[in-house]
């Protein structure tokens, strides 16, 4: 409708012109915004978080690395959402940028944990890594499932969707945390230079230490 209505501007010249409402109309404008925001708002975020990880770890490859097992999850996410709803809407739109900061954490602590498990003993330092962060990354994640669940609660169906959504989106980032990084970490081969705790966070470590009461 909108090819036909500017085939006939043009061959109307400046002498017509009009335009296209009404519900359909609107919806494809919403979509098509959607689109494009949802796009750039998820790049940013990825950006910024990449950012971040690379300036703790100084290390491009570790950096990738603990990125990894997020996309996959994110990647999950998104499949599970076109089979499931068929489509991004204003409110579920934020559910990407979400997803990549509260994602982000579990392989961190993953990493962290077989860093510091690595540097005393490399054998099975994987395998105490999981142990040791597994049930605490479990029972976060119950924790923000079951916020994310709340959701379906309120009327608006648009929330409703991101309620599911986050919550199922949630729940396969950390499957891919707890089943994939492990196998990743194992054929890296993460280099000694690479397992370094990041330096930036040295003075708040002593600020802990020597204001115990106060902290």
Aim: charged share 15%.
């Amino acid at each position: 409708v909108r090819a036909a209505v500017k085939r006939a501007e043009i061959a109307r010249g400046a002498s017509i012109r009009a335009g296209v409402t009404g519900i359909p109309a609107t919806v494809i404008d919403e979509l098509d915004a959607i689109a494009s925001d949802t796009v750039v708002t998820t790049f940013l975020s990825f950006v910024f978080v990449a950012i971040l990880l690379f300036v703790a770890c100084r290390n491009l490859r570790t950096t990738a690395l603990v990125l990894s097992p997020l996309v996959i999850g994110i990647a999950l996410s998104v499949g599970f959402i076109m089979v499931a709803v068929g489509h991004f809407n204003l409110i579920t739109s934020t559910f990407m940028s979400t997803a990549l900061g509260l994602g982000i954490d579990y392989a961190i602590h993953m990493y962290m944990n077989y860093v510091d498990e690595a540097r005393v003993r490399p054998e099975g330092a994987i395998e105490k890594a999981v142990g040791r962060v597994g049930p605490g990354i479990l029972t976060t994640l119950l924790a923000t499932v079951a916020s994310f669940l709340c959701l379906l609660m309120v009327e608006l169906r648009a929330f409703q969707e991101l309620g599911y959504i986050a919550a199922v989106g949630m729940v396969l980032i950390v499957v891919a945390t707890l089943f994939l990084f492990p196998k990743m970490l194992v054929f890296a081969h993460v280099s000694r230079k690479a397992m370094v705790a990041p330096r930036w966070t040295a003075w708040l470590e002593r600020l802990i230490i020597r204001t115990p009461r106060g902290v």
